[in-house]
């Protein structure tokens, strides 16, 4: 048996697809012990588990969006400062004191985006294990490959047996185009892996002195695509139940993009056209993955409902974790870190922390006549401003008494003796 020759073969995708296989073919295993031999459930399980594997960078990018929101104040007024300065040297200080902002409280905006870039290669894995699940389970691939070398040997080709399904994948595109090299006896059971009820009863008619052992697959493959009464190899249909496939994949979906937006609502600009477009995406696409449920087989929609399930309850344990948590403390560890980091690159932390803090909006100067002005402007409202916000630092968005606040009390501090 070489089931190896029907695994993605990607460079990047292939090695990560292979370790999530082990994953599922190590739950399948364990599930016959019990007798259970059912691919949805081994889908639902397969999806909490790695979803759950991912939960530290989850909780990383979390952690960067709750950071955000004492850094945003003061990015905001860089953006704003700059907001009509397209020319390179009010680029390059609005991207110098954006950096010193990022490294006074100790955080890197690549800290925000890793998790993003390290999760989309595993989901995209996870799509090629869940559509072709013989390749990775043995049990399963077992299964198909009596019939298949029955099939080889009566002369029928992969692609005579690819026109029998009615909604082509790309896994039975993959095979077509694999086959027409190598007639492996893998690439057929890529494609019989994707059969639902009327490819097999074309099958039989087509070929009826195989009716026997194709019958005796089908049934086989009913037995562990069955999942509520459903076939998770069929696609759903508008006048079957299977349609509550697509309705719960809207509805789980707009559940869990309203939880998770409610822990990180705090730190976006509503004002942002960045925001703005991400709340109209975030209305806008689970209705296309609702449409997209009756593209593909039932089973992809288990895996979309169960993986929203999952990101709601895992949404709800961050918020309330993030809730409970002690930001100012968490703050001056990062704080503390940069220090250490400059110790190591030999600067002196303090020197180095105290250039930092210089390194506001106000400290810049253009030689322009319209910044002077707006510089004398914003420091007549500062003198004006002083007494009701000099506790919170200038910043009413700050907590009274936090390290943020004194922080941004100390900077401006600063720039006042300037």
């Not at 026109?163 to 890529?190: F, G, P, Q, W």
């Amino acid at each position: 048996m070489n089931v190896i020759l029907t695994t993605y073969q990607g460079a990047i995708l292939g090695p990560i697809a292979k370790v999530l296989g082990y994953i599922l073919q190590a739950l399948y295993s364990l599930l016959s012990n019990f007798g259970i031999e059912n691919t949805g459930i081994c889908i639902i399980l397969f999806t909490f588990i790695v979803n759950a594997l991912m939960l530290p960078m989850q909780i990383k990018q979390q952690k960067f969006s709750k950071m955000s929101a004492i850094m945003n104040p003061e990015l905001q007024e860089i953006q704003k400062k700059y907001k009509n300065k397209k020319d390179q040297a009010s680029q390059q200080k609005m991207s110098l004191e954006t950096q010193a902002v990022y490294r006074k409280y100790g955080v890197s905006p690549a800290s925000g985006c890793l998790p993003i870039l390290i999760t989309f290669p595993i989901l995209f894995a996870l799509y090629r294990v869940i559509y072709n699940i013989p390749a990775y389970v043995p049990q399963i691939y077992d299964i198909y490959s009596g019939l298949a070398e029955q099939i080889q040997t009566a002369g029928i080709t992969v692609e005579q047996l690819s026109d029998m399904v009615t909604a082509k994948t790309y896994v039975i595109t993959d095979a077509v185009r694999a086959a027409a090299e190598s007639n492996d006896l893998s690439y057929y059971i890529d494609v019989l892996g994707q059969f639902n009820e009327s490819a097999w009863q074309e099958l039989i008619k087509g070929y009826p002195s195989l009716e026997s052992a194709i019958a005796s697959v089908s049934d086989a493959s009913k037995h562990i695509n069955s999942f509520l009464g459903l076939n998770i190899a069929d696609n759903p249909g508008i006048k079957s139940v299977s349609i509550v496939i697509p309705v719960l994949s809207v509805i789980t979906q707009i559940l869990s993009m309203k939880i998770s937006m409610a822990g990180t609502a705090q730190t976006m600009d509503q004002n942002n056209p960045t925001a703005a477009s991400m709340k109209i995406m975030n209305n806008f696409m689970p209705f296309v993955t609702g449409l997209m449920c009756f593209m593909f087989p039932i089973g992809v929609g288990i895996y979309w409902i169960a993986g929203n399930i999952f990101r709601i309850f895992q949404s709800l344990g961050i918020n309330l974790y993030f809730k409970n948590m002690d930001m100012d403390a968490e703050l001056e560890k990062n704080i503390e870190k940069t220090k250490r980091r400059y110790e190591k690159m030999g600067v002196d932390p303090n020197k180095a922390m105290q250039e930092i803090a210089r390194k506001r909006t106000s400290t810049i100067s253009t030689s322009t006549t319209d910044n002077k002005k707006n510089s004398i402007s914003k420091n007549v409202n500062s003198v004006k401003n002083s007494k009701s916000d000099y506790k919170t630092g200038g910043n009413k968005k700050y907590k009274e008494g936090s390290i943020a606040s004194y922080a941004n009390m100390m900077a401006r501090d600063r720039d006042d003796e300037k």
